[in-house]
């Protein structure tokens, strides 16, 4: 099946910036949603933001006008942008290239296509 790899993590100080990117090894020209999660210990999976082919965007609160999501469906990556970033954006970061939504700006799953991880750490 398909397959996703992130790459762009690393450490960085309060107010700094990365740029993730998820790869994928097939076409992502029929995918219409796909989207980055995060994982920090002692907190529950969160969505960071989602994307779909005609252009639809949702972002978690807690990143809303810091992070910017895109695609490039040509190049088959998925990139996450982020700004300004502080300690509690430290988490890892994983590429889903298979979201499931009923109501895109009510409520989305993740599908079964999952990148191995990415980590940030945003130093105080």
């Known amino acids: 099946q398909v397959q996703v790899v992130e790459s762009g993590g690393g450490l960085v100080q309060a107010g700094g ?3 993730l990117s998820c790869v994928s ?10 989207g980055w999660y995060r994982l920090a210990p002692g ?5 960071v933001a989602a994307i779909t082919l005609d252009g639809r965007i949702k972002y978690a609160d807690s990143v809303k ?3 910017t999501i895109s695609r490039d469906n040509a190049a088959k990556t998925l990139s996450l942008q982020m ?15 298979n979201l499931l939504y009923s109501a895109f700006y009510a409520r ?3 599908g079964d ?11 105080s």
Request: charged share 20%; aromatic share 10%; glycine share 8%.
């Open 17 to 19: 910036s990365l740029r």
């Open 25 to 34: 090894s097939g076409s992502i020209f029929s995918i219409d949603a796909m």
């Open 43 to 47: 907190k529950q999976r969160e969505l």
């Open 65 to 67: 006008g810091r992070f």
């Open 83 to 97: 700004n300004s970033l502080k300690p509690e954006d430290t988490a890892v970061y994983y590429c889903n290239a």
């Open 108 to 110: 989305i799953r993740p």
């Open 113 to 123: 296509v999952w990148g191995q991880g990415t980590q940030v750490t945003v130093s």
